[in-house]
């Protein structure tokens, strides 16, 4: 089974619920792919993507939580700029190539706990005010 679990980590909002489902399906495949023959390429994809993916919808998620007045719109976006930037730093080293299978699951496994985490106590106030109105 995967990390997305709609029961306990949606927000209520179907935007903000399908990307991070989406999120979390490719943090799984990069994971999976971690340990395989092609690991590298097949695992960097996914990380270029990631990259792309996780900046956009932190986006849209503070576009949402502004337009609807969420008191804890500030934390949320200090979250992201955090997570950004542990995200930044785990994808320069990946490219560097000196990161074992090992660590980068590591890595990997804590970057989402940090997601979960913050799906459920922050993201989770945004989809209560959303859905307050
Ligand atoms: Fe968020
Ligand atoms: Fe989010």
Avoid at 15 to 32: G, N, R, V
Avoid at 35 to 50: F, K, N, Q, V
Avoid at 94 to 120: R, S
Wanted: hydrophobic share 40%; proline share 2%.
């Amino acid at each position: 089974m995967g990390t997305w679990n709609p029961k306990t980590m949606s927000v209520g909002v179907k935007e903000i619920d399908t990307q991070h489902e989406q999120l979390f399906e490719q943090f799984d495949k990069f994971s999976a792919a971690l340990g395989t023959s092609m690991a590298r390429e097949a695992a960097g994809e996914i990380l270029d993507y990631l990259k792309f993916y996780v900046q956009w919808h932190f986006g849209r998620e503070e576009d949402c939580a502004f337009r609807h007045q969420c008191p804890i719109a500030d934390t949320n976006k200090k979250a992201h700029a955090t997570f950004i930037k542990n995200f930044g730093k785990f994808y320069d080293e990946w490219q560097t190539g000196n990161m074992t299978d090992k660590l980068a699951q590591k890595t990997h496994d804590g970057l989402v706990q940090w997601f979960v985490n913050h799906v459920m106590r922050i993201d989770m106030t945004i989809g209560e005010q959303v859905n307050a109105k």
